[in-house]
């Protein structure tokens, strides 16, 4: 099993980024996939998941800017981050797990990191 997150980078307040998270060795509909975030000093947090059957739950700190989506024939979860603000500055990290969830302990698989910069 093995998660590959891409697309992280360097944007101005107000700009957009989208992430993506490709995963090998099991079938995307089977679990739970999630993003999550880490701050420099600060806790990992949950960002958003989305469930087998495409069903997408956010953070109320980025409800409304964040859209997570998924491509099953790719067996790839994309998250499309607009309206960034200097607050969503953070290493993203994509997870896998039986069930979406706010707790990084029900996420079995995880990718490395990509880190996300928003600065003017």
């Known amino acids: 099993v093995r998660l590959q997150a891409l697309g992280g980078g360097s944007v101005q307040p107000g700009g957009s980024l989208r992430l993506s998270c490709a995963a090998s060795g099991f079938a995307l509909d089977f679990y739970t996939r999630g993003w999550f975030r880490q701050a420099p000093g600060k806790e990992r947090e949950w960002v958003s998941c989305?469930?087998?059957?495409?069903?997408?739950t956010y953070a109320e700190s980025v409800e409304g800017r964040f859209t997570i989506s998924r491509d099953k024939a790719k067996n790839t979860v994309f998250l499309q981050m607009n309206s960034l603000k200097p607050e969503d500055t953070a290493v993203y990290y994509c997870a896998a797990g039986r069930r979406c969830s706010v707790d990084r302990n029900d996420y079995a698989y995880w990718g490395q990191g990509t880190q996300v910069t928003v600065s003017s």
């Open positions: 989305i469930t087998g059957s495409g069903d997408g």
